[in-house]
C-alpha cells in the first residue's frame, strides 16, 4: 500500500525555475542568444538537479516503508549535503559514505550534511570504487541496517524520470540546452523532455568522461525504455578533472559574474559555461540559435 504523497509543495519549490536571457557579446558576436535556466533557484537546500533527481526517490522510499536513506559521494559532494538536507525535511535519517579518509575539521559541506543529521561513514578509495559490489552494499546493510540506497550523484531511473521536466519547461524556449554532467542522471532526463527538434550538450566535469555516454544511454533505457531524444556529450572541458580547476576557470568564472553577478561555480557549471564558449567560438552554433544554459546550482 503506497504511502501518502511527501509534501513537497510545502517547500515552496520555485518551478518552473527562471529563464534568464544574459547580454554577453562574447555570444552575441555570432548572433547566437544565450539564457540562464536558474535551476539553482528552485530551494536553498535542494537546487536544481538535486531537487529533481531526489523528489521520486524520496517518494519511492516513503513507499517502501523505509526510514533511513543510504547514500555515496566525495568529500566536496552537493549531493551528499542535499541528502542530508532532504532526510530533514521529509523525516529521514540520513547516511553519508563518503570516499577516502575522515578529515577533520570538516569541510563546509560535509559540515552541513552532519549538520543536517547526516551520519558521515569513509570508505578506502579502493573499496570505493566497488561501492555498488553485493558485498560492499550487504556490508553496509550489516552495519547499519535496512536503508532505501541512493546512488552516487542521484543518478538512477527515478532520477532521470524526475530531470524530464526540465526538459518539458525548455520546450519552444531554445534550440540547444547545454548542462554540466557528472554521472548523467540530469542529461538522461532533459534530453528525453526536449521537444523534437531540440538538442541537448552534456559537459563532462571528469578527466576522461566520455564513458558518460554509456551511463546516459543506460539510464535512459532503464527509465524511457530506449536511448532518448538528440543529444551529445562534450569530454574536453573538464579543466583537469573533478573538482580540479585552473587559473583559466577561475578567470572565466570571475569574469562572468563580474559581468552578470551570478558566479558559476567552479566544479560544473563554469566548465560549462567556458565549455559552451569555446562551441559558440568554433562556429558549432547557426546564427539565430538560442542557448539554454542550466544552472545546477
Known amino acids: ?80 549535503r542535499a541528502t542530508a538536507a532532504a532526510g530533514r525535511h521529509f523525516g529521514f535519517s540520513t547516511i553519508g559514505v563518503v570516499r577516502g579518509e575522515e578529515h577533520v575539521p570538516l569541510n563546509e559541506s ?43 550523484g542521484g543518478s538512477n531511473a527515478l532520477a532521470a524520470r524526475g530531470c524530464a521536466a526540465l526538459g518539458e519547461e525548455l520546450r519552444d524556449a531554445a534550440d540547444v540546452v547545454a548542462v554540466a554532467c557528472g554521472t548523467g542522471g540530469t542529461l538522461a532526463g532533459l534530453a528525453a523532455g526536449l521537444a523534437p527538434g531540440q538538442r541537448a550538450v552534456g559537459f563532462a566535469v571528469l578527466k576522461g568522461g566520455a564513458f558518460l555516454t554509456g ?34 576557470l577561475d578567470a572565466f568564472a ?11 561555480d567552479r566544479v560544473y557549471v563554469a566548465k560549462m559555461l567556458a565549455g559552451l564558449l569555446a562551441l559558440t567560438e568554433e562556429g558549432r552554433f547557426a546564427r539565430g540559435t538560442a542557448l539554454a544554459a542550466v544552472v545546477t546550482g
Open 254 to 264: 570571475a569574469d562572468f559574474g563580474a559581468r552578470h553577478g551570478i558566479v558559476p
Open 1 to 80: 500500500m503506497p504511502h501518502a504523497a511527501l509534501p513537497f509543495d510545502a517547500l515552496n519549490p520555485r518551478l518552473p525555475s527562471p529563464l534568464q536571457e544574459i547580454e554577453d557579446e562574447r555570444w552575441s558576436r555570432h548572433g547566437v542568444r544565450l539564457l540562464l535556466k536558474r535551476d539553482d533557484l528552485i530551494h536553498p537546500d535542494l537546487p536544481g538537479n538535486k531537487w529533481r533527481k531526489l523528489r521520486l526517490n524520496l517518494q519511492a522510499a516513503a513507499d517502501a516503508g523505509h526510514g533511513t536513506l543510504l547514500t555515496f559521494g566525495g568529500a566536496y559532494s552537493n549531493h551528499l
Open 215 to 248: 551511463d546516459v544511454e543506460r539510464l535512459q533505457r532503464e527509465a524511457f525504455g530506449a536511448r532518448t531524444g538528440d543529444w551529445e556529450l562534450e569530454d574536453r572541458f573538464h579543466f583537469g578533472g573533478y573538482a580540479r580547476r585552473t587559473p583559466e
Open 110 to 152: 560535509l559540515a552541513a550534511a552532519a549538520a543536517d543529521g547526516m551520519r558521515l561513514t569513509y570508505l578506502d578509495r579502493t573499496t570505493y570504487r566497488r561501492k555498488t559490489s553485493p558485498d560492499v552494499v550487504e556490508a553496509l546493510r550489516e552495519r547499519f541496517g535496512r536503508f532505501y540506497l541512493v546512488p552516487e
